[in-house]
């Protein structure tokens, strides 16, 4: 008989009724596909470029995406082995990671994270309905963008940096304060992302150079728009003043980080004079010398 189409059983003995019958390549013999014939595989969320196709564990030498179908079927081409019972897998070029995002046009990244330890971008136009984000893995195309939860009414993807660049139309930017951000590729599986510590604000202009709000040492509109959260502890400094641009009662140092002598911030110098304080302060105490305070001492005031 045909040696691959018909196949003659000798010396079976056993009953048979009702029994499935299978059949197995020979191992001397294994079946395999008419070399140099393209392989048409078929599914979803194979991304519009770069996948790679696994058939028994060897790779395709060529793997092309079918125009108009990209993300739904791949051509593996040049494939020479045996593939009987094996497995075949395509690993999504376009989704094999998930998206970042790196930057927000017009918002300026504080040196600053928010209190969830994420990245804060401070947006300096209150007026702003449009948004262009930048990073990476944002898909070839259909894109999502989501911000403050409520989604963006157009999205593009900028010709020549769809995968890295996309732009949100049609943001009502007055209700945004410590909005997160989040992309989602278009046609993308499930997992596909971007990481949650991602958040903009558009709230009132905080005092300080709208390129380094609150001079650097506190974040813009934390707690109430357009109000400074100066930064005080013990690896920022402690800073006050409606810009963060001065110690904090009691600190003195470039960096506002020494404690005046003589007890905590509320009552340097023993609460008996008054410290040497701010960023171009000794710390030196000033002792009260009057009949209504007395007649104060020594470095931190305690002697009469």
Known sequence: RS????????????????????????????????????????????????????IGGTPCPTVTHMPGNETTRVVCAGFLGNFSLSDVWVVAGEYSAPPVITAVSGCAQLSTTTTTGGILFWCTSANLTSLTIYGSNFGYSGARILVGGQPCLRVAHIPGNETSAVVCLGLSSSAVQNALVVVIPG?????????????????????????????????????????????????????????????????????CLSLCPGGPPCRPCSGHGLCQGGLLGSGACACFQDPLQGFWSGPTCTDC
């Open 3 to 54: 040696p691959t189409t018909e196949l003659q059983c000798l010396g079976f003995t056993a009953a048979f009724s009702h029994s499935v019958v299978s059949v197995r390549p020979g191992v001397q013999d294994p079946w395999a596909y008419p070399m140099g014939i393209p392989i048409t595989i078929v599914g979803s969320w194979f991304g519009h470029y770069g996948a790679i196709v696994m």
């Open 187 to 255: 046609e993308a599986p499930p997992y596909a992302i971007s990481d949650s510590n991602v958040t903009i604000s558009f709230a009132t202009s905080c005092p300080g150079d709208p390129q380094l709000p609150c001079s650097g040492h506190g974040v813009c509109g934390e707690e109430t728009p357009g109000v400074c959260l100066c930064s005080r502890n013990t690896v920022e400094g402690f800073w006050d003043g409606p810009s963060c641009a001065k110690c904090w009662p009691g600190y003195y140092g470039p960096n």
